[in-house]
């Protein structure tokens, strides 16, 4: 499948985290230092320690803190790690002002900025790699609707009708605008094809052509989408008599693998977050109507609106989804 | 219409608010003619019910005139005079099939959010939360009907609302809670809680062929219609210890059968009382269960605890060892009602009892804040008040 997603390796996840970390602890190791002694620190870096400069530090040093924090709060956020080269210029820049004033070693303040240099070095390596692996993590992110990922969902639900009524109900396709909240339509083209039409935010709809690849009377029905369709669909339904007269145990099966770009995002958003609920509650639908002839509708669907009449029954019935 | 609507913990107001439709073919529209308030509303009332929205239509006691049916429906007429069932159900399901009408499986429209918090989902009802259907209630001029085959009985004319609007919860309530003790000739019944449920939990208990009924409550007037109402014999649980109370009236033995008709916001003097007052002030349980421990422990070894009164979400501190080493049974459930509804039609037709004993009060739907709120404080000696719009 083309442009499915980034692979990325388990390897580069940890051993950036490790590193993330690291950075994490050696920000609040030497923020604690500066503020705890900012005296002894400032003649370390070879910098007299005047009150301005050991107040300077001082701050620096709850900068540290912080940074360490929320590095170690967030590892997998390269946010921080940017804040934290930020802080090295910052330290850079004091540094080399420090170089021109009187009173000063010049070596150790060398010495200083060029391992604050280094350190900004490693800050701005593990940022970007943190940053690369938040991207492709974010992508495989199941059910996203930012990400460019497949859907894949099973659902079970028992209907009290008989195998062959909720069988035959199925194997006509034309049904499902009915129950599932995602297609539009579906046109029969002959026995075993079928053109599907999805609705899709904004009033856009994506289409494919579908044929059933597998179809044994009263007991399975398997579909899937043609070679080459804007998407790569596939579904699959299973009657079997629940035990003692309960009704017929109906598992549905269904997966949606988007292509790259924008029809992906499109497929992704078809779901929102949580295709599983949306699928199950199709499902439920699917009950209603075999059990009861139609979908009853709440006054107070989710918590929307408030439970009192609306003013037009159609608020209601285009809400859920349902026709008069 | 007008229609009593939720507007936050404590404050209810009447509204207007746009007239129901048919929005399904098994509708029918009901123009109301009466309406009570329920004790369980008084859990909306005082905000333990999660999922209530600001503008909520409220009530599920209701009774009125069919005024228009959907084009599916076949077994109702306009001008029909009908009680309306508080629990939804659709009359097909498997649950609906064994009369267990409570636990119909196809009328929540928003049963994801109960199965959140239940794992599976009952029926709607009307006017009682979302997660429970979000179904706008009957404290109004009008209401919407779902599956108005299945659900509305017809009544006859000869009957007076207040004879028949308890057909709609109360009675099968405070009957179904007797009914789940199986009671056998010489048992005695421990009812707690004298509100209306628990009144007619003891009427439903004598007739079911109970020996003796005992009450228990802390307000006198309550009591009182306990004693010369329902004939039960009455404990006042400020006054007494009531286990030792109870163990004293039943030789020993601790009534057969105990009966909670209190539900979540019960009350117990001391320190156990204040204890669950705390954890639910602190949102460590959401409901204090005070009536129900005592009932567990009180109840005779073998018997049966009846669980009537409505509990949302968790308890703490359950004596599930009591149930266990002395093979105690608990049943609940919402109310079947529509199983209940013709066979205590016939009893009040037979003149067995005339439910409208419990109404104290008789407002008109514009005065439903102030009942409320004497409701819930008991005001004014208030055991059920019925709303005229």
């Known amino acids: ?324 | 219409m007008r229609a009593t609507c939720w507007m936050g913990s404590r404050n209810i107001e009447v509204e207007r608010v746009p007239d129901p439709k048919l929005l399904n073919a098994s509708d029918a529209i009901v123009k109301i003619t009466s309406t009570a308030i329920c004790g369980s509303d008084l859990h909306l009332y005082n905000g333990f019910i999660p999922t209530m929205k600001r503008g909520d239509v409220m009530g599920h006691e209701f009774m009125g005139e069919v005024v228009e049916v959907g084009k599916g429906v076949q077994n109702l007429r306009v001008g029909d005079r009908v009680v309306v069932p508080f629990p939804i159900a659709c009359g097909h399901c498997s649950q609906c099939d064994r009369e267990m009408y409570s636990l119909c499986e196809n009328t929540n429209p928003n049963a994801w959010m109960a199965e959140k918090l239940w794992g599976y989902s009952p029926c709607g009802i009307f006017g009682y939360s979302h997660m429970l259907g979000g179904y706008a209630g009957g404290q109004a001029e009008y209401a919407r009907v779902p599956f108005a085959d299945v659900n509305p009985l017809k009544v006859p004319d000869d009957l007076d609302d207040e004879q028949v609007l308890f057909l709609s919860d109360i009675f099968p309530t405070g009957y179904m809670a007797a009914e789940a003790c199986g009671i056998q000739p010489g048992d005695t019944i421990a009812v707690f809680g004298c509100g209306p449920v628990g009144q007619f939990a003891i009427k439903s208990a004598y007739m079911l062929g109970a020996e003796r009924v005992i009450a228990i409550d802390r307000f006198p007037y309550r009591l009182r219609m306990a004693r010369e109402r329902a004939g039960a014999e009455t404990i006042n649980y400020e006054e007494c210890d009531i286990f030792e109370a109870l163990e004293e009236m039943t030789g020993g033995r601790g009534p057969d059968h105990c009966i909670d008709a209190v539900g979540l916001e019960g009350h117990a003097p001391g320190i156990h009382g204040a204890y669950d007052k705390m954890k639910t002030a602190m949102m460590l349980e959401t409901d204090r269960p005070v009536a129900l421990r005592q009932a567990i422990l009180a109840c005779r070894s073998g018997g049966t605890v009846s669980v009537a009164g409505v509990y949302g979400g968790f308890i703490d501190k359950f004596p599930m060892g009591a149930i266990v080493n002395r093979s105690l049974t608990i049943k609940s459930g919402q109310t079947h009602v529509q199983r209940y509804m013709r066979p205590l039609l016939r009893r009040i037709q037979n003149g067995e009892i005339d439910p409208s004993f419990v109404i104290t009060h008789r407002v008109n739907l514009s005065d439903a804040a102030v009942a409320y709120e004497m409701f819930a404080k008991k005001q004014d000696d208030c055991m059920k008040v019925v709303m005229r719009p």
């Open chain 1, 1 to 324: 499948m083309k442009g499915r997603v980034m692979p990325y390796n388990q390897f580069e996840l940890s051993s950036t985290e490790r590193l993330t970390r690291a950075l994490g602890w050696f920000s609040i190791a030497l923020g604690a230092a500066e503020m705890a002694a900012p005296s002894r620190m400032a003649r370390l870096i070879g910098a007299p320690d005047t009150d301005t400069n050991c107040n300077t530090l001082r701050v620096f040093g709850a900068r540290e803190i912080a940074a360490g924090v929320a590095i170690l709060a967030r590892p997998d956020q390269a946010r921080w790690l940017w804040s934290r080269v930020g802080g090295d210029a910052l330290d850079l820049a004091w540094l080399g002002r420090a170089m021109t004033g009187d009173d000063v070693e010049k070596d150790r303040l060398g010495v200083a900025a060029a391992a604050v240099a280094g350190v900004a070095a490693l800050d701005v390596f593990a940022a970007r790699r943190t940053r690369r692996v938040q991207r492709v993590q974010r992508q495989q992110e199941p059910w996203s609707a930012r990400a460019n990922s497949g859907v894949r969902v099973e659902q079970v639900v028992t209907v009290n009708r008989s195998l062959d009524d909720l069988y035959s109900f199925w194997r006509d396709f034309q049904n499902f605008p009915h129950f599932m909240r995602h297609v539009k339509q579906i046109e029969l083209i002959d026995d075993i094809h079928s053109r599907w039409t999805a609705k899709a935010p904004a009033g856009m709809s994506v289409q494919w052509d579908a044929e059933i690849v597998q179809d044994r009377e009263g007991e399975w029905i398997a579909w899937r989408s043609l070679p080459g369709s804007q998407v790569d669909h596939s579904g699959s339904v299973r009657f079997s008599p629940a035990p003692g007269a309960r009704g017929t145990e109906v598992r549905v099966q269904m997966e949606y693998v988007p292509p790259a770009g924008r029809f992906g995002r499109v497929i992704a958003m078809l779901f929102g977050e949580e295709p599983e609920q949306q699928i199950r509650e199709d499902l439920r639908r699917f009950k209603q109507l075999m059990e009861t002839g139609e979908i009853p509708l709440s006054d107070g669907p989710g918590l929307w609106r408030a439970a009192q009449p609306a003013k037009r029954a159609d608020e209601i019935r285009d809400y859920a989804g349902v026709s008069e």
